[in-house]
């Protein structure tokens, strides 16, 4: 055994959190038993202080039986006074303990948050820590005992994490640019093929564009995989004031086939001022897959209309468009990798199915989120919130 597995198998007696607790509740209810009995005999002692009510000084008679009568008097006077004297001591007794009981309440609660301290200070780290900051610890320091036990564990699990999501992201990465080898192979062989002086078959030639559409639709997959991976995972040290018009201008002008399918675009809704804080790179990919997802999705002489604005320190960019109802349950589930309505709809343009997941992945980094309804009249309407750039762009 290591030794720190000797140090949390034999713990002292005095170091846990169990035997504490048993101390100073301990301390509390004999502290608080004190002091009932201090109250009680202090009520008790200033009773019997207090004269007899009537009272009279003795009586100088030499008759024995007026002397019998006096005796008589002062047994009944007596008998009254340690009847008051019981109930004095009594409701004495009584408002002791009313008033310890709350004394013991104020304490108890002191002494209960003092000792669970270190358990808010984990819970309030724990909360802190995501996906983008695994690399924080705890590190609680103190006696080590159950908290210190507790906080311990957390940080391996937390280092475990770190782990696993960076030997993630390492595979994606790899295993991306590894697979873009094989396809530049594939479409040399192809080229050089079809370049060959002789005449090629037109079943060659037929084939091998069926080949080249298939070849750029896994590169675009492998392009989705590592967009997705970055945005789930990756830190946004690129973080920069993002006009967001400028990017939604960027998109628009990319889709050749807005004019051809005949699709009103309505943009009058972007505001000139509306900026987000985030990675340029990421944001410009979250509006090229909402615009292309209601271009592609679309249907022939339908509209298209964009609006963006900002408020409270939030930026929401919204992308409504026409087509078929849809229902709100297949909807909610747009948002998940690989995700389709019905035969011909998915969550981009290029197949893959990664569109819309990976724009609610970029809106998670951000701090956002995306939000899909199915509109009534038909067409789908995708929400972004972000949050609101503090700077003006440069």
Request: aromatic share 2%.
């Amino acid at each position: 055994m290591t030794g720190e597995a000797l140090m949390s198998g034999r713990r002292w007696p005095g170091r846990t959190v169990r035997l504490r607790f048993t101390l100073l509740y301990a301390a509390v209810f004999l502290l608080s038993g004190c002091a009932l009995l201090v109250l009680t005999n202090v009520l008790a002692s200033v009773s019997n202080t207090q004269p007899a009510p009537g009272q009279f000084p003795p009586a100088q008679q030499a008759d024995p039986a007026v002397a019998q009568q006096h005796i008589r008097e002062l047994q009944t006077r007596l008998d009254e006074l340690q009847t008051m004297q019981s109930r004095r001591l009594l409701v004495g007794s009584v408002v002791a303990l009313v008033v310890m009981g709350l004394v013991s309440l104020l304490l108890g609660r002191l002494i209960s948050g003092r000792v669970l301290r270190p358990l808010r200070t984990i819970t309030a780290a724990t909360r802190r820590i995501s996906a983008e900051n695994l690399h924080e610890r705890l590190a609680v320091a103190g006696p080590q005992d159950e908290v210190k036990d507790l906080a311990d564990t957390v940080d391996g699990l937390l280092a475990r994490l770190e782990a696993s999501f960076a030997a993630q992201r390492r595979f994606v990465a790899n295993a991306s640019h590894e697979l873009r080898t094989p396809l530049a192979t594939m479409r040399a062989s192809l080229d050089v093929a079809l370049a060959k002086p002789e005449p090629v078959p037109a079943q060659t030639v037929a084939l091998a564009g069926r080949v080249r559409v298939e070849l750029d639709r896994v590169d675009r997959l492998l392009d989705g995989f590592l967009m997705l991976a970055r945005a789930q995972h990756g830190a946004l040290a690129d973080r920069a004031p993002i006009a967001l018009g400028r990017l939604v201008e960027q998109a628009l002008a990319s889709r050749a086939d807005i004019d051809a399918r005949g699709l009103a675009v309505d943009t009058t809704g972007v505001a000139d001022d509306v900026v987000a804080e985030g990675s340029a790179t990421l944001l410009a990919r979250l509006v090229q897959n909402l615009v292309d997802n209601a271009v592609v999705h679309n249907e022939d002489g339908g509209w298209l209309r964009i609006a963006a604005a900002a408020a409270d320190g939030t930026v929401e960019l919204v992308v409504e468009s026409g087509g078929p109802v849809l229902e709100q349950a297949q909807v909610d589930r747009l948002a998940s990798p690989f995700q389709r309505l019905g035969a011909d709809r998915v969550g981009s343009d290029d197949g893959s199915g990664l569109g819309l997941s990976i724009v609610a992945a970029v809106a998670e980094a951000h701090g956002g989120r995306l939000d899909l309804r199915a509109r009534p009249a038909g067409g789908l309407r995708a929400a972004v919130s972000l949050p609101q750039a503090r700077e003006a762009v440069a």
